[in-house]
Protein backbone atom coordinates (compact mmCIF):
# COMPACT_ATOMS: atom_id res chain seq x y z
CA UNK A 1 0.00 0.00 0.00
CA UNK A 2 1.47 3.34 -0.82
CA UNK A 3 2.14 5.63 1.91
CA UNK A 4 1.47 3.03 4.06
CA UNK A 5 4.54 2.87 6.76
CA UNK A 6 5.82 -0.72 6.76
CA UNK A 7 7.11 -1.77 10.00
CA UNK A 8 10.35 -4.53 10.21
CA UNK A 9 8.91 -7.13 12.28
CA UNK A 10 9.07 -11.04 12.81
CA UNK A 11 9.21 -12.55 9.22
CA UNK A 12 9.41 -9.23 7.59
CA UNK A 13 11.98 -8.43 10.93
CA UNK A 14 15.49 -8.15 9.20
CA UNK A 15 17.76 -9.51 12.27
CA UNK A 16 20.75 -12.18 11.61
CA UNK A 17 21.09 -14.86 14.37
CA UNK A 18 24.30 -13.71 16.82
CA UNK A 19 26.00 -17.50 16.16
CA UNK A 20 27.93 -18.40 13.67
CA UNK A 21 26.04 -19.25 10.14
CA UNK A 22 26.80 -22.78 9.91
CA UNK A 23 24.41 -22.90 13.52
CA UNK A 24 21.08 -21.96 13.12
CA UNK A 25 17.78 -23.49 15.30
CA UNK A 26 15.63 -24.15 12.10
CA UNK A 27 18.38 -24.71 9.56
CA UNK A 28 17.14 -27.28 7.63
CA UNK A 29 18.98 -30.39 9.64
CA UNK A 30 17.86 -33.52 7.71
CA UNK A 31 14.72 -34.12 9.23
CA UNK A 32 14.33 -36.51 7.08
CA UNK A 33 11.61 -38.69 8.94
CA UNK A 34 9.50 -40.80 6.78
CA UNK A 35 8.25 -42.92 9.77
CA UNK A 36 4.42 -43.93 9.23
CA UNK A 37 2.16 -42.79 11.24
CA UNK A 38 1.77 -45.75 13.54
CA UNK A 39 2.46 -46.44 17.01
CA UNK A 40 4.34 -42.92 18.67
CA UNK A 41 2.35 -42.37 22.14
CA UNK A 42 3.50 -38.37 22.91
CA UNK A 43 0.22 -37.86 24.41
CA UNK A 44 1.83 -40.60 27.36
CA UNK A 45 4.84 -38.18 27.90
CA UNK A 46 3.83 -35.89 31.10
CA UNK A 47 3.45 -32.37 30.62
CA UNK A 48 7.15 -31.59 31.58
CA UNK A 49 9.05 -33.65 29.25
CA UNK A 50 6.50 -32.21 26.25
CA UNK A 51 7.20 -28.81 27.24
CA UNK A 52 10.76 -29.85 27.33
CA UNK A 53 10.44 -30.85 23.53
CA UNK A 54 7.98 -28.13 22.47
CA UNK A 55 10.38 -25.11 24.06
CA UNK A 56 12.66 -26.02 21.55
CA UNK A 57 10.92 -25.01 18.50
CA UNK A 58 10.48 -21.87 16.46
CA UNK A 59 8.19 -19.33 17.55
CA UNK A 60 5.52 -19.98 14.75
CA UNK A 61 5.91 -24.03 15.07
CA UNK A 62 4.63 -23.14 18.64
CA UNK A 63 2.12 -21.39 17.87
CA UNK A 64 1.09 -24.15 15.10
CA UNK A 65 1.46 -26.59 18.31
CA UNK A 66 -1.62 -24.88 19.76
CA UNK A 67 -4.04 -26.16 17.18
CA UNK A 68 -3.04 -29.92 17.17
CA UNK A 69 -5.05 -30.65 20.42
CA UNK A 70 -6.47 -28.81 24.10
CA UNK A 71 -3.90 -30.20 25.98
CA UNK A 72 -0.50 -28.89 24.19
CA UNK A 73 -2.29 -25.86 23.70
CA UNK A 74 -2.83 -25.55 27.50
CA UNK A 75 1.15 -26.87 27.63
CA UNK A 76 1.89 -23.82 25.28
CA UNK A 77 0.29 -21.38 26.86
CA UNK A 78 1.56 -21.64 30.66
CA UNK A 79 3.44 -19.02 32.11
CA UNK A 80 6.42 -21.35 32.74
CA UNK A 81 6.54 -22.40 29.36
CA UNK A 82 6.39 -18.73 27.50
CA UNK A 83 9.11 -17.76 29.77
CA UNK A 84 11.27 -21.51 29.13
CA UNK A 85 10.65 -21.08 24.83
CA UNK A 86 11.88 -17.37 25.30
CA UNK A 87 15.24 -18.27 27.33
CA UNK A 88 15.83 -20.70 24.49
CA UNK A 89 15.62 -18.58 21.57
CA UNK A 90 18.58 -17.75 19.66
CA UNK A 91 20.06 -14.03 20.12
CA UNK A 92 19.79 -11.80 16.84
CA UNK A 93 20.43 -8.39 15.39
CA UNK A 94 18.56 -6.63 14.09
CA UNK A 95 19.75 -4.83 10.65
CA UNK A 96 18.54 -1.52 9.06
CA UNK A 97 17.79 -2.48 5.19
CA UNK A 98 20.07 0.10 2.76
CA UNK A 99 17.37 -0.66 -0.04
CA UNK A 100 14.04 -0.41 -0.69
CA UNK A 101 12.22 -3.37 -1.23
CA UNK A 102 14.35 -5.98 -1.56
CA UNK A 103 14.29 -9.56 -0.05
CA UNK A 104 17.25 -10.99 1.23
CA UNK A 105 17.80 -14.51 0.49
CA UNK A 106 17.12 -16.79 3.59
CA UNK A 107 19.81 -19.05 2.84
CA UNK A 108 22.26 -16.09 4.35
CA UNK A 109 20.10 -16.95 7.29
CA UNK A 110 18.99 -13.11 7.16
CA UNK A 111 15.22 -13.46 7.15
CA UNK A 112 12.85 -11.41 4.36
CA UNK A 113 11.85 -7.91 5.76
CA UNK A 114 9.88 -5.05 4.72
CA UNK A 115 11.76 -1.79 5.29
CA UNK A 116 10.56 1.22 6.64
CA UNK A 117 10.20 3.94 4.36
CA UNK A 118 11.09 6.35 6.60
CA UNK A 119 14.36 6.31 7.21
CA UNK A 120 14.77 8.31 10.46
CA UNK A 121 12.16 5.99 12.23
CA UNK A 122 13.55 2.78 13.64
CA UNK A 123 13.93 0.83 16.25
CA UNK A 124 14.92 2.40 19.38
CA UNK A 125 14.79 -0.16 22.13
CA UNK A 126 14.95 -4.52 22.09
CA UNK A 127 14.02 -6.27 25.71
CA UNK A 128 12.57 -9.65 26.71
CA UNK A 129 11.11 -9.54 23.08
CA UNK A 130 9.91 -6.12 22.75
CA UNK A 131 10.63 -3.32 20.10
CA UNK A 132 10.63 0.20 20.85
CA UNK A 133 10.69 2.95 17.95
CA UNK A 134 9.63 6.39 18.40
CA UNK A 135 7.08 7.54 15.80
CA UNK A 136 7.01 11.10 15.65
CA UNK A 137 7.91 13.32 18.60
CA UNK A 138 6.83 12.28 22.27
CA UNK A 139 5.00 8.90 20.35
CA UNK A 140 6.90 5.94 21.13
CA UNK A 141 5.27 2.78 19.45
CA UNK A 142 5.96 -0.73 20.86
CA UNK A 143 5.66 -4.08 19.81
CA UNK A 144 6.22 -7.78 19.92
CA UNK A 145 7.02 -9.09 16.44
CA UNK A 146 6.60 -12.62 17.37
CA UNK A 147 2.87 -12.57 19.27
CA UNK A 148 2.12 -9.51 16.68
CA UNK A 149 0.93 -7.38 19.31
CA UNK A 150 1.55 -3.27 19.19
CA UNK A 151 0.77 -0.77 20.96
CA UNK A 152 1.50 3.06 22.00
CA UNK A 153 2.91 4.08 25.34
CA UNK A 154 1.13 7.29 27.01
CA UNK A 155 2.27 10.01 24.51
CA UNK A 156 4.46 13.16 26.13
CA UNK A 157 3.59 15.69 23.76
CA UNK A 158 1.60 18.20 23.04
CA UNK A 159 1.13 17.78 26.94
CA UNK A 160 2.99 17.73 29.28
CA UNK A 161 5.80 18.76 26.77
CA UNK A 162 5.97 21.04 23.69
CA UNK A 163 8.42 19.01 21.99
CA UNK A 164 10.35 15.28 23.14
CA UNK A 165 13.61 14.24 22.58
CA UNK A 166 13.79 10.19 20.98
CA UNK A 167 14.10 8.51 23.80
CA UNK A 168 16.80 7.83 26.44
CA UNK A 169 16.09 3.95 27.56
CA UNK A 170 13.90 1.43 27.83
CA UNK A 171 13.21 -1.08 31.17
CA UNK A 172 11.66 -3.15 32.91
CA UNK A 173 10.46 -1.89 36.50
CA UNK A 174 11.32 -4.97 38.39
CA UNK A 175 9.27 -4.45 41.57
CA UNK A 176 5.98 -3.52 39.38
CA UNK A 177 6.88 -5.46 36.82
CA UNK A 178 6.22 -3.09 34.67
CA UNK A 179 7.91 -1.65 31.45
CA UNK A 180 9.13 1.60 31.54
CA UNK A 181 10.56 4.57 28.74
CA UNK A 182 13.04 7.12 29.71
CA UNK A 183 12.62 9.76 27.45
CA UNK A 184 13.52 13.58 27.81
CA UNK A 185 11.35 16.19 26.80
CA UNK A 186 11.11 20.04 26.85
CA UNK A 187 8.23 21.90 29.44
CA UNK A 188 7.32 25.41 28.71
CA UNK A 189 6.79 27.22 31.90
CA UNK A 190 3.91 29.90 31.19
CA UNK A 191 4.34 31.18 34.45
CA UNK A 192 7.28 33.07 33.44
CA UNK A 193 4.89 35.81 31.83
CA UNK A 194 5.16 37.01 28.37
CA UNK A 195 8.32 35.19 27.46
CA UNK A 196 8.11 31.08 28.42
CA UNK A 197 10.83 29.82 29.97
CA UNK A 198 11.83 26.32 28.06
CA UNK A 199 13.21 23.61 30.67
CA UNK A 200 14.03 19.89 29.46
CA UNK A 201 13.04 17.36 31.88
CA UNK A 202 13.44 13.62 32.06
CA UNK A 203 10.11 11.70 32.30
CA UNK A 204 9.28 7.79 32.61
CA UNK A 205 6.22 6.35 30.44
CA UNK A 206 4.78 3.88 31.70
CA UNK A 207 1.91 1.95 29.93
CA UNK A 208 -0.11 2.05 32.65
CA UNK A 209 -0.19 5.57 33.82
CA UNK A 210 -1.90 8.07 31.30
CA UNK A 211 0.32 11.04 32.43
CA UNK A 212 4.19 10.68 31.80
CA UNK A 213 5.77 11.53 34.75
CA UNK A 214 8.51 14.48 35.43
CA UNK A 215 11.72 12.52 37.11
CA UNK A 216 14.78 15.05 37.22
CA UNK A 217 15.78 17.84 35.32
CA UNK A 218 17.89 17.28 32.12
CA UNK A 219 20.83 18.57 30.71
CA UNK A 220 19.82 21.74 28.48
CA UNK A 221 22.15 21.20 25.88
CA UNK A 222 20.57 19.43 22.96
CA UNK A 223 21.80 15.99 22.44
CA UNK A 224 21.86 14.10 18.63
CA UNK A 225 20.52 10.90 20.19
CA UNK A 226 20.71 9.23 23.12
CA UNK A 227 22.68 6.13 22.00
CA UNK A 228 20.71 2.69 23.35
CA UNK A 229 22.24 1.91 26.57
CA UNK A 230 23.58 -1.15 27.61
CA UNK A 231 21.62 -2.42 30.96
CA UNK A 232 23.76 -4.71 33.60
CA UNK A 233 23.03 -5.43 37.12
CA UNK A 234 19.44 -3.58 36.67
CA UNK A 235 21.23 -0.49 36.02
CA UNK A 236 21.13 1.54 32.31
CA UNK A 237 24.49 3.03 30.92
CA UNK A 238 25.34 5.75 28.76
CA UNK A 239 28.92 6.10 28.06
CA UNK A 240 29.59 8.55 24.91
CA UNK A 241 25.72 9.82 23.21
CA UNK A 242 24.85 11.46 25.38
CA UNK A 243 25.34 15.04 26.81
CA UNK A 244 26.39 14.69 30.69
CA UNK A 245 28.35 11.77 29.76
CA UNK A 246 30.08 14.06 26.63
CA UNK A 247 30.69 16.92 29.34
CA UNK A 248 31.99 14.91 32.43
CA UNK A 249 33.99 12.86 30.74
CA UNK A 250 31.96 9.77 32.85
CA UNK A 251 29.95 6.99 32.21
CA UNK A 252 25.86 8.20 33.05
CA UNK A 253 24.34 5.23 34.86
CA UNK A 254 20.26 5.00 35.98
CA UNK A 255 19.39 2.70 38.47
CA UNK A 256 16.12 1.04 36.94
CA UNK A 257 14.70 0.55 40.57
CA UNK A 258 15.14 3.41 42.33
CA UNK A 259 14.69 5.62 39.43
CA UNK A 260 17.88 7.91 40.34
CA UNK A 261 21.19 9.09 38.19
CA UNK A 262 24.64 9.11 39.01
CA UNK A 263 27.99 8.89 37.42
CA UNK A 264 30.74 6.48 37.39
CA UNK A 265 34.54 6.43 36.15
CA UNK A 266 35.24 5.05 32.84
CA UNK A 267 38.09 3.48 31.75
CA UNK A 268 39.59 5.73 28.76
CA UNK A 269 39.78 9.88 28.22
CA UNK A 270 36.67 11.27 26.57
CA UNK A 271 38.60 11.66 22.81
CA UNK A 272 38.85 8.18 21.95
CA UNK A 273 36.21 6.77 20.14
CA UNK A 274 34.22 3.89 22.22
CA UNK A 275 31.13 2.09 22.64
CA UNK A 276 29.92 0.10 25.90
CA UNK A 277 28.55 -3.47 25.32
CA UNK A 278 28.17 -6.32 27.27
CA UNK A 279 30.70 -9.16 27.44
CA UNK A 280 30.78 -12.20 29.28
CA UNK A 281 28.51 -10.96 32.53
CA UNK A 282 30.85 -8.15 32.48
CA UNK A 283 30.51 -4.11 31.12
CA UNK A 284 32.90 -3.67 28.91
CA UNK A 285 34.18 -1.07 26.70
CA UNK A 286 35.75 -1.18 23.14
CA UNK A 287 37.66 1.42 22.83
CA UNK A 288 38.75 1.85 18.85
CA UNK A 289 42.23 3.32 18.44
CA UNK A 290 42.15 2.66 14.73
CA UNK A 291 39.73 0.82 11.96
CA UNK A 292 42.44 -2.44 12.34
CA UNK A 293 43.13 -1.70 16.26
CA UNK A 294 41.05 -1.74 19.24
CA UNK A 295 41.73 -2.37 23.04
CA UNK A 296 38.52 -4.25 25.07
CA UNK A 297 38.19 -3.22 29.02
CA UNK A 298 36.36 -4.86 31.30
CA UNK A 299 34.82 -3.45 34.23
CA UNK A 300 36.00 -6.10 36.57
CA UNK A 301 34.73 -4.96 39.94
CA UNK A 302 31.26 -2.95 39.48
CA UNK A 303 31.22 -1.58 42.72
CA UNK A 304 34.67 -0.20 42.82
CA UNK A 305 34.27 1.29 39.61
CA UNK A 306 37.91 -0.67 38.42
CA UNK A 307 38.28 -1.06 34.97
CA UNK A 308 40.58 -3.71 33.24
CA UNK A 309 42.44 -3.72 30.03
CA UNK A 310 41.34 -6.98 29.11
CA UNK A 311 42.20 -7.36 25.39
CA UNK A 312 44.76 -6.00 22.99
CA UNK A 313 43.42 -5.93 19.65
CA UNK A 314 46.06 -4.99 16.65
CA UNK A 315 46.15 -6.15 12.65
CA UNK A 316 42.82 -6.63 12.34
CA UNK A 317 42.21 -7.01 8.50
CA UNK A 318 40.93 -4.42 6.76
CA UNK A 319 36.58 -4.47 6.24
CA UNK A 320 34.92 -4.03 2.82
CA UNK A 321 33.45 -1.17 3.26
CA UNK A 322 30.33 0.12 2.24
CA UNK A 323 30.60 1.75 -1.13
CA UNK A 324 34.21 2.09 0.25
CA UNK A 325 33.30 5.21 2.31
CA UNK A 326 35.66 5.17 5.17
CA UNK A 327 33.74 4.11 8.36
CA UNK A 328 33.92 6.78 10.72
CA UNK A 329 33.18 5.49 13.62
CA UNK A 330 33.22 1.55 14.80
CA UNK A 331 31.25 -0.61 16.83
CA UNK A 332 31.51 -3.99 18.85
CA UNK A 333 28.60 -6.08 20.41
CA UNK A 334 29.24 -10.09 21.96
CA UNK A 335 28.23 -12.60 20.11
CA UNK A 336 29.19 -14.99 23.23
CA UNK A 337 31.02 -15.48 25.50
CA UNK A 338 34.59 -14.99 23.76
CA UNK A 339 33.57 -13.29 20.69
CA UNK A 340 32.83 -9.99 19.40
CA UNK A 341 31.38 -8.77 16.18
CA UNK A 342 32.90 -5.45 15.01
CA UNK A 343 31.25 -3.05 12.30
CA UNK A 344 30.19 0.31 12.27
CA UNK A 345 26.20 1.64 11.56
CA UNK A 346 26.90 2.50 7.97
CA UNK A 347 28.99 -0.70 6.68
CA UNK A 348 26.90 -3.85 5.25
CA UNK A 349 29.87 -5.89 6.23
CA UNK A 350 31.27 -6.97 10.03
CA UNK A 351 34.32 -8.73 11.27
CA UNK A 352 34.05 -11.12 13.87
CA UNK A 353 36.69 -11.91 15.96
CA UNK A 354 37.18 -14.52 18.36
CA UNK A 355 38.94 -13.13 21.65
CA UNK A 356 40.26 -16.80 23.04
CA UNK A 357 42.28 -17.37 20.05
CA UNK A 358 42.77 -14.23 19.18
CA UNK A 359 42.01 -14.39 15.48
CA UNK A 360 39.77 -12.86 12.62
CA UNK A 361 36.35 -16.12 12.02
CA UNK A 362 34.94 -13.96 9.59
CA UNK A 363 36.67 -10.84 8.14
CA UNK A 364 33.66 -10.08 6.09
CA UNK A 365 30.70 -10.98 7.66
CA UNK A 366 27.43 -10.42 5.30
CA UNK A 367 24.82 -8.92 6.46
CA UNK A 368 23.17 -8.48 2.81
CA UNK A 369 22.64 -4.95 1.54
CA UNK A 370 21.65 -3.99 5.52
CA UNK A 371 23.67 -2.09 7.89
CA UNK A 372 23.57 -3.11 11.51
CA UNK A 373 21.86 -1.22 14.50
CA UNK A 374 23.73 -3.34 17.05
CA UNK A 375 20.04 -3.60 18.71
CA UNK A 376 19.98 -7.67 19.85
CA UNK A 377 16.89 -8.96 19.82
CA UNK A 378 15.44 -12.37 21.15
CA UNK A 379 11.91 -13.86 19.96
CA UNK A 380 9.32 -14.31 23.30
CA UNK A 381 6.07 -16.01 23.14
CA UNK A 382 5.17 -14.10 26.85
CA UNK A 383 2.19 -12.37 26.97
CA UNK A 384 2.32 -8.53 28.47
CA UNK A 385 -0.40 -6.60 29.75
CA UNK A 386 0.12 -3.46 28.31
CA UNK A 387 -1.08 -4.17 25.15
CA UNK A 388 -4.20 -4.84 26.25
CA UNK A 389 -3.94 -1.79 28.87
CA UNK A 390 -2.58 0.78 26.62
CA UNK A 391 -4.95 2.02 24.21
CA UNK A 392 -4.04 2.68 20.47
CA UNK A 393 -3.50 6.80 19.97
CA UNK A 394 -5.48 7.71 16.95
CA UNK A 395 -2.05 9.16 16.08
CA UNK A 396 -0.49 5.49 15.60
CA UNK A 397 0.27 4.66 12.52
CA UNK A 398 -0.08 0.72 12.21
CA UNK A 399 1.84 -1.42 12.35
CA UNK A 400 2.32 -4.34 9.49
CA UNK A 401 3.68 -7.54 10.11
CA UNK B 1 30.49 -65.88 68.50
CA UNK B 2 32.60 -67.34 65.88
CA UNK B 3 30.31 -67.63 63.62
CA UNK B 4 28.92 -64.27 63.90
CA UNK B 5 32.42 -62.86 63.72
CA UNK B 6 33.05 -64.83 60.03
CA UNK B 7 29.76 -63.53 58.81
CA UNK B 8 30.77 -60.12 59.49
CA UNK B 9 33.71 -60.49 57.80
CA UNK B 10 32.29 -62.24 54.66
CA UNK B 11 29.64 -59.22 54.81
CA UNK B 12 32.73 -56.49 55.16
CA UNK B 13 34.33 -58.61 51.89
CA UNK B 14 31.08 -58.49 49.83
CA UNK B 15 30.99 -54.85 50.55
CA UNK B 16 34.52 -54.33 49.93
CA UNK B 17 34.34 -56.38 46.46
CA UNK B 18 30.97 -54.40 45.58
CA UNK B 19 32.45 -50.93 45.97
CA UNK B 20 35.11 -52.32 44.13
CA UNK B 21 33.35 -53.67 41.18
CA UNK B 22 33.54 -51.27 37.69
CA UNK B 23 29.50 -52.07 36.54
CA UNK B 24 26.20 -51.45 37.95
CA UNK B 25 23.86 -53.95 37.21
CA UNK B 26 19.83 -52.37 36.47
CA UNK B 27 16.82 -54.66 35.95
CA UNK B 28 14.11 -53.39 34.02
CA UNK B 29 10.02 -53.61 34.97
CA UNK B 30 10.05 -57.04 33.28
CA UNK B 31 12.86 -58.26 34.84
CA UNK B 32 15.58 -57.99 32.30
CA UNK B 33 19.06 -57.63 33.96
CA UNK B 34 21.86 -54.96 32.02
CA UNK B 35 25.37 -53.84 33.15
CA UNK B 36 26.34 -50.66 32.71
CA UNK B 37 29.99 -48.74 33.72
CA UNK B 38 29.68 -47.48 37.41
CA UNK B 39 31.50 -44.40 35.96
CA UNK B 40 29.49 -43.48 33.10
CA UNK B 41 26.24 -44.27 34.84
CA UNK B 42 27.39 -41.88 37.86
CA UNK B 43 28.00 -39.02 35.14
CA UNK B 44 25.70 -39.21 32.95
CA UNK B 45 22.46 -39.86 35.68
CA UNK B 46 21.54 -37.88 38.51
CA UNK B 47 19.28 -40.45 39.69
CA UNK B 48 22.07 -42.88 39.18
CA UNK B 49 24.71 -41.13 40.68
CA UNK B 50 22.13 -40.54 43.87
CA UNK B 51 22.00 -44.36 44.14
CA UNK B 52 25.73 -45.12 43.79
CA UNK B 53 26.70 -42.45 46.62
CA UNK B 54 23.85 -43.63 48.88
CA UNK B 55 24.75 -47.11 48.34
CA UNK B 56 21.28 -48.28 47.48
CA UNK B 57 22.70 -50.39 44.52
CA UNK B 58 21.75 -53.59 44.66
CA UNK B 59 24.19 -56.03 43.51
CA UNK B 60 21.71 -58.67 41.82
CA UNK B 61 19.94 -55.99 39.93
CA UNK B 62 18.73 -52.33 40.77
CA UNK B 63 15.07 -52.49 40.27
CA UNK B 64 14.24 -49.81 38.12
CA UNK B 65 10.40 -50.81 37.64
CA UNK B 66 9.25 -47.56 35.88
CA UNK B 67 11.49 -48.31 32.73
CA UNK B 68 11.05 -51.46 30.39
CA UNK B 69 13.77 -53.55 28.94
CA UNK B 70 14.13 -52.00 25.43
CA UNK B 71 14.29 -48.49 27.07
CA UNK B 72 16.90 -49.53 30.03
CA UNK B 73 19.11 -51.29 26.52
CA UNK B 74 18.50 -48.26 25.00
CA UNK B 75 19.65 -46.13 27.97
CA UNK B 76 23.12 -48.70 29.01
CA UNK B 77 23.96 -48.75 25.44
CA UNK B 78 23.67 -44.65 25.25
CA UNK B 79 25.94 -44.59 28.60
CA UNK B 80 28.53 -47.29 26.91
CA UNK B 81 28.72 -45.66 24.01
CA UNK B 82 28.94 -42.18 25.59
CA UNK B 83 32.37 -43.85 27.87
CA UNK B 84 33.82 -45.08 24.87
CA UNK B 85 33.52 -41.46 22.56
CA UNK B 86 35.79 -39.04 21.84
CA UNK B 87 34.76 -35.84 20.85
CA UNK B 88 34.44 -35.52 17.21
CA UNK B 89 36.11 -33.22 15.48
CA UNK B 90 33.09 -31.03 14.76
CA UNK B 91 32.42 -30.80 18.20
CA UNK B 92 36.12 -29.02 18.91
CA UNK B 93 35.76 -26.68 16.07
CA UNK B 94 32.13 -25.74 17.03
CA UNK B 95 33.41 -25.43 20.68
CA UNK B 96 33.35 -21.40 20.66
CA UNK B 97 30.27 -20.77 21.83
CA UNK B 98 28.39 -18.35 19.75
CA UNK B 99 24.20 -18.77 21.41
CA UNK B 100 23.20 -18.22 24.35
CA UNK B 101 21.59 -21.51 24.16
CA UNK B 102 22.62 -23.93 26.53
CA UNK B 103 21.68 -26.81 24.20
CA UNK B 104 24.73 -28.18 22.40
CA UNK B 105 23.86 -29.79 18.56
CA UNK B 106 24.30 -33.81 18.86
CA UNK B 107 27.23 -35.53 17.93
CA UNK B 108 26.80 -37.41 14.75
CA UNK B 109 27.09 -40.67 16.96
CA UNK B 110 23.72 -38.83 18.87
CA UNK B 111 22.07 -38.23 16.07
CA UNK B 112 22.50 -41.72 14.56
CA UNK B 113 21.86 -43.22 17.87
CA UNK B 114 18.42 -41.54 18.19
CA UNK B 115 17.51 -42.09 14.19
CA UNK B 116 17.30 -45.76 14.40
CA UNK B 117 14.81 -45.92 17.28
CA UNK B 118 10.74 -46.53 16.22
CA UNK B 119 8.60 -43.61 17.68
CA UNK B 120 7.64 -45.95 20.38
CA UNK B 121 11.31 -46.32 21.08
CA UNK B 122 12.44 -43.07 21.56
CA UNK B 123 9.15 -41.41 23.55
CA UNK B 124 10.03 -44.37 25.96
CA UNK B 125 13.66 -43.13 25.78
CA UNK B 126 12.68 -39.79 26.86
CA UNK B 127 10.81 -41.21 29.70
CA UNK B 128 13.61 -43.58 30.72
CA UNK B 129 15.94 -40.04 30.54
CA UNK B 130 13.43 -37.39 32.27
CA UNK B 131 13.05 -40.44 35.28
CA UNK B 132 16.33 -40.94 35.57
CA UNK B 133 18.15 -37.50 35.07
CA UNK B 134 20.29 -37.74 32.26
CA UNK B 135 20.53 -34.08 31.14
CA UNK B 136 22.37 -35.11 27.98
CA UNK B 137 20.21 -38.02 26.73
CA UNK B 138 17.06 -36.01 26.96
CA UNK B 139 18.36 -33.30 25.75
CA UNK B 140 19.34 -35.50 22.68
CA UNK B 141 15.87 -37.22 22.70
CA UNK B 142 13.87 -34.07 22.53
CA UNK B 143 15.92 -32.51 20.04
CA UNK B 144 14.78 -35.33 18.26
CA UNK B 145 11.47 -35.13 18.54
CA UNK B 146 11.14 -31.50 17.66
CA UNK B 147 13.36 -31.77 14.48
CA UNK B 148 10.11 -34.32 13.52
CA UNK B 149 7.64 -31.49 14.35
CA UNK B 150 9.43 -28.27 12.83
CA UNK B 151 7.83 -26.80 9.93
CA UNK B 152 4.68 -29.31 10.11
CA UNK B 153 0.99 -28.40 10.18
CA UNK B 154 -0.98 -29.13 12.73
CA UNK B 155 -2.48 -32.34 10.62
CA UNK B 156 0.95 -33.43 9.82
CA UNK B 157 1.95 -33.46 13.63
CA UNK B 158 -1.32 -34.86 14.60
CA UNK B 159 -0.62 -37.92 11.67
CA UNK B 160 3.04 -38.30 12.56
CA UNK B 161 2.27 -38.72 16.06
CA UNK B 162 -1.30 -40.16 16.39
CA UNK B 163 -2.52 -37.37 18.23
CA UNK B 164 -7.22 -36.69 18.37
CA UNK B 165 -8.23 -33.79 17.62
CA UNK B 166 -10.16 -32.68 20.73
CA UNK B 167 -11.35 -29.51 19.22
CA UNK B 168 -15.02 -29.05 18.10
CA UNK B 169 -14.98 -27.34 14.77
CA UNK B 170 -15.98 -24.08 15.96
CA UNK B 171 -13.04 -23.68 18.71
CA UNK B 172 -10.65 -24.56 16.07
CA UNK B 173 -11.66 -21.42 13.77
CA UNK B 174 -11.83 -19.38 16.78
CA UNK B 175 -7.67 -20.16 17.30
CA UNK B 176 -6.84 -20.66 13.58
CA UNK B 177 -8.37 -16.94 13.17
CA UNK B 178 -6.28 -15.91 16.08
CA UNK B 179 -3.29 -17.27 15.54
CA UNK B 180 -3.90 -16.61 10.91
CA UNK B 181 -0.45 -15.25 10.73
CA UNK B 182 1.71 -18.52 12.14
CA UNK B 183 -0.03 -20.80 9.17
CA UNK B 184 0.98 -18.20 6.17
CA UNK B 185 5.10 -18.21 7.10
CA UNK B 186 7.80 -21.12 6.76
Known sequence: MVGTRRYPTTSSLLSIPLCSPCLSEDGGVGTQWMMEAAGGCIRDLCDGVLADILARLPSASVLRCRVVCKSWRRVTTHRSFLAAHAARRPREMILRPQFYPKAVSTRQRLLSFHPCCDGFVFERYSLDGLLVRMQHSGLFAICNPTTRQ????????????CSAGSGCGFYLHRSSGEYRL????????EAAGSNPELRRYYYIIAAST??????????????????????YRGVLHWLYYQPEARRTGKMLAFDTEAETFRHMSQPIDRDTKRNLFELDGCLGVAAVKSLTSLDIWVLEDYKMERWE????????PMPRLYYEREVSVSRVISVGSDAILIGSPGCYVARMYDLKEKKVIYRDFELGEATPTFLVFTESLVRHELFDSCPRSPDLEPIDF | MEVDKGKGEAEETRKVAEADRDTVTLKSSDGKLFEVSKEAAARLSTVLAGMIAGGSIDDNGTDLKQIGSEALENVVDYCNKHANSIPSAALISSSISFN???FKEPEEWERKFVDRLSHDALFDLVEAANFLGMERLLDVTCHKISEMMKGKSPDQIREVFN???DYTKEELEEIRQELAWAFYDD
Open chain 1, 182 to 189: LCDGIERN
Open chain 1, 210 to 231: ARPRRLARAPSNPSLLYEAPVA
Open chain 2, 100 to 102: TAP
Open chain 1, 150 to 161: WTNLPALTPEPC
Open chain 2, 163 to 165: IKN
Open chain 1, 309 to 316: LRHRIDNL
